[in-house]
C-alpha cells in the first residue's frame, strides 16, 4: 500500500471543501482500472472513509442502440456513450441519492438488475473510459483524475491475456457474449483477440483515450507486470 500513500497524499489537496469528493480513474482498455480503483478504495477505507465505486461502462449505449447508430465496433469509443446520463448522475451523486446504471461483462451489454442506488458518499471513485475526455468530458464533473498509462505491447498482452479468460469462462456458459467465439481453436481465438486489440481498442487508445493523459491530476506508470513504476503529474 506504500504506492497508495503517495497517491492519497497526492488527492488531498484537491478535496472540495464540502460534498464527494469525486475521482475519476482512466487509461486504456485492460490497463488495470477496475484493479486499481478497488485498491485505492480500500486504501481510503482504511483511512475512515465512506467510498462508493462506480464504473463508466454502466453508462455505455446498449446493445441495440449501438447497432441502430452504426456504432457496434465503435463500443467503448465517445460517442457509443450517453453524456447526458453520466453527466447527470455525476452532478446528481454530490446532492442526493443517484441511480448508476449497471454493464455486465458477461453479456457485454447493459444489465439493469445490475443498477445502483448511491447517497453522496465521503468518496465516490469512478473508474473507467471517456472521462475527461476533451470534447466530451468537462473537467467540472470530476475533482480529481487519475491516468493509468501503459506500454502499448504489454496493454495488447493484458488485453488478449483477458480476452481468452472470457473465454475459457464460456465454455459452459451459454449466456456469455463470448459463446460465440467457443468454435474457435484456443490459437483462432488468441489471433481474434489480437484483431480485436489492432482494429478497435488501439486506435481507440491513441486517438481518444492517450489524449486523456494531459488532463488528469496524477498519472500512475505500470509496469510489465500490472505494478506501479512511477506517480507523477502530467
Not at 443498477?115 to 473510459?129: M, S
Not at 479468460?165 to 489480437?194: N, T
Request: hydrophobic share 45%; glycine share 8%.
Amino acid at each position: 500500500m506504500g504506492d497508495f500513500a503517495a497517491i492519497l497524499d497526492a488527492l488531498a489537496p484537491l478535496r472540495p471543501a464540502a460534498g464527494p469528493f469525486v475521482v475519476g480513474i482512466t487509461g486504456s482498455v485492460a490497463v488495470g482500472k477496475s484493479t486499481f480503483a478497488q485498491t485505492l478504495k480500500i486504501a481510503l477505507e482504511a483511512a475512515g472513509e465512506l467510498v462508493e465505486l462506480v464504473c463508466t461502462d454502466g453508462f455505455l449505449q446498449s446493445n441495440l442502440r449501438l447497432e441502430e447508430l452504426g456504432l457496434t465496433a465503435q463500443k467503448g469509443f465517445p460517442a457509443s456513450y450517453d453524456h447526458a446520463a453520466l453527466r447527470a448522475a455525476l452532478e446528481g451523486v454530490r446532492t442526493g441519492p443517484t441511480t448508476f446504471p449497471g454493464y455486465s461483462h458477461v453479456t457485454y451489454d447493459i444489465d439493469p438488475a445490475l443498477a445502483r442506488q448511491i447517497a453522496p458518499p465521503g468518496v465516490l471513485i469512478i473508474e473507467g473510459l471517456t472521462l475527461r475526455h476533451p470534447l466530451t468530458g468537462p473537467p467540472d464533473l470530476l475533482d480529481a483524475l487519475i491516468y493509468l498509462d501503459a506500454a502499448e505491447p504489454d496493454l495488447e498482452r493484458w488485453f488478449v491475456a483477458r480476452f481468452m479468460g472470457l473465454w475459457d469462462l464460456a465454455e459452459h456458459d451459454e449466456a456469455s457474449f463470448y459463446a460465440r467465439f467457443r468454435s474457435m481453436s484456443r490459437l483462432e481465438a488468441q489471433a481474434f483477440g489480437k484483431v480485436v486489440w489492432e482494429r478497435i481498442n488501439l486506435p481507440n487508445l491513441r486517438d481518444h483515450i492517450a489524449p486523456t493523459r494531459a488532463f488528469a491530476d496524477l498519472v500512475v506508470r505500470k509496469a510489465g507486470d500490472h505494478g506501479i513504476a512511477g506517480v507523477e503529474t502530467p
